[in-house]
């Protein structure tokens, strides 16, 4: 966990004030929600206005924001403004809940205030990280270089920015964790289990309106595959964790009643998805012929077709086919975004480290073909493929004509699922040679990754995505430290924590010697 926070807090430090995507937007927000301004004044165009200190948001973006190749530092030259004056937000749409943190820290003195306000913001997710973190340790090395896997740069990056999508991201890592950690049997579930899986669900459904469909899908995946029973398992949740559940599911549920909008109505349908699919894994196990499981995959298509193409026609402005086109084409650059294309998506992560990225995902693949966990693949597999498609249904159901809406960190809580689904699901048992050297594979190159990403980031911010590729050149943009001293601190981290897996598939590797030693002495 110290680990995991002190990268963080490089990325912190290593991103310039309102590099995120809307974060000054978001702040704004938090600072009028935790001021008791609720709704501001209608301002002329989008959004709204509240009356907030000045330098709240600084500085302004607008000088380097969508242009890579110009620095950050025409915006950190500015000095921000003293006393009150009114501040826009369009974020007022979104629920309260991914505002209320960093808003907080609004109150702070004004020369760390921004920087405190992703500071708070990145609280709950970090803890949410380091809860999955935990899970995956016990199932050992691969699961834990899996779980670094799934921490792609670009969810690293929403969650130390002030984004709500950093929460709901961090909420489906500790989600999916969680539900591939239980354990079958009628026993209550362990209390950090149930917690991470009550805890990740509500980060998820509380802090976006699309938060709840992913939510649904990832309990959906494992009921539809027959990993976990959802009777069971509220059954076994216990009472705190299951009313978390229930208290954040209808405070969500309640939010999409009140907003006019399709998209926030898909929340209302969105529970029914994991009770479907418990419904169909269970017609599926009745029925053994090939014939009848066929006509039941066929089914399961057309109705899905059918609710589909109901969502994208009830769009305002109606079905438009050259639009869904349009956003089909874009399916290639969403996932690269998921991955790794930062600031305003303007800062895309070195191609040699997307490279990396995949190689290690096929890495992890290639274990699960090995253990002949076939389904575990076609889980992966199916998990992409309704993440794009659902893409496309949501993004139609927003009526927007510029096919541009949607971007990959709003389906990365759901992908996030890929490489833990092929790491930390139960297979045949494997030497301690092979699992460590396997991890340390893994591990190392998500640390490769994220440490080149974290340069390209840097690198952006101080001279531009086409300036010198020297650390020392880069300037500081408002930064604390100099950047090549930032970079430094963060391979000596990424070692470590590579060192630390590697160490994790050690310690396995002990635990099956010792286990042989005693069936010896036994037999």
Not at 470 to 493: C, E, K, M, N, S
Not at 503 to 508: A, F, I, N, S, Y
Request: net charge positive.
């Amino acid at each position: 966990m110290a680990l995991l926070a002190a990268l963080a807090g490089l990325w912190i430090l290593g991103t310039v004030p309102s590099g995120g995507p809307d974060e000054p937007v978001h702040i704004v927000r938090g600072a009028a929600l935790v001021r008791g301004q609720l709704d501001g004044e209608r301002f002329a165009g989008q959004g709204r206005a509240f009356e907030l200190p000045g330098w709240i948001g600084h500085p302004d973006h607008g000088c380097f924001s969508l242009v890579g190749e110009q620095p950050a530092n025409c915006a950190t030259a500015t000095t921000p403004r003293i006393g009150e004056r009114p501040l826009i937000s369009t974020a007022t749409s979104y629920p309260i809940w991914g505002h209320l943190a960093p808003g907080l820290a609004t109150y702070l003195p004004s020369s760390i205030g921004n920087q405190m306000a992703r500071l708070f913001d990145a609280a709950i997710p970090l803890a949410l990280l380091g809860a999955a973190i935990a899970l995956a340790s016990r199932r050992g090395a691969v699961a834990l270089s899996s779980t670094a896997l799934a921490v792609t740069p670009m969810a690293l990056f929403s969650i130390v920015v002030v984004n709500p999508s950093g929460l709901v991201i961090a909420g489906g890592v500790a989600l999916w964790t969680a539900v591939l950690s239980v354990e079958r049997g009628n026993a209550r579930l362990d209390r950090l289990v149930a917690w991470s899986m009550a805890a990740g669900w509500a980060a998820m459904v509380l802090p976006r309106r699309d938060g709840m469909i992913w939510a649904a899908m990832i309990l959906a995946v494992v009921a539809l595959s027959g990993r976990v029973d959802l009777r069971e398992l509220a059954r076994r949740l216990g009472v705190g964790p299951l009313l978390l559940v229930a208290a954040s599911g209808l405070a969500t549920a309640a939010w999409a009643v009140a907003s006019a909008t399709l998209s926030s109505g898909l929340l209302l349908a969105a529970p029914l998805l994991p009770v479907a699919a418990q419904v169909i894994h269970r017609v599926w196990m009745r029925r053994r012929s090939p014939a009848a499981r066929i006509s039941l995959i066929v089914s399961c298509a057309i109705v899905a077709v059918v609710a589909g193409a109901l969502a994208m026609i009830r769009r305002p402005g109606g079905f438009d086919a050259d639009m869904l086109k349009r956003i089909i084409d874009q399916s290639g650059a969403n996932l690269e975004e998921a991955i790794g294309v930062l600031g305003w998506l303007d800062t895309p992560i070195p191609r040699v480290a997307l490279l990396v990225w995949l190689v290690a995902l096929g890495a992890l693949a290639g274990i699960v073909l090995a253990e002949r966990r076939l389904t575990d693949l076609v889980l992966a597999a199916g998990v992409v493929t309704v993440a794009v498609v659902g893409a496309w249904v949501l993004e139609m159901s927003q009526g927007t004509t510029t096919a541009t809406y949607w971007q990959g960190r709003y389906f990365l809580p759901f992908l996030v699922g890929v490489p833990l689904l092929l790491g930390l699901s139960d297979g045949e048992p494997r030497s301690a040679r092979r699992s460590r050297a396997q991890a340390g594979v893994v591990a190392g190159a998500a640390m490769f990754v994220l440490t080149m990403s974290f340069a390209a980031s840097m690198r952006r911010w101080g001279v531009g995505t086409a300036g010198s590729m020297l650390p020392w050149d880069w300037g500081t943009y408002g930064t604390r430290f100099p950047p090549w001293v930032l970079l430094l601190a963060h391979v000596a981290i990424a070692f470590e924590v590579t060192r630390r897996v590697v160490l994790e598939g050690h310690v396995e590797a002990q635990a099956d010697a010792d286990q042989m030693i005693e069936e010896v002495v036994a037999t």
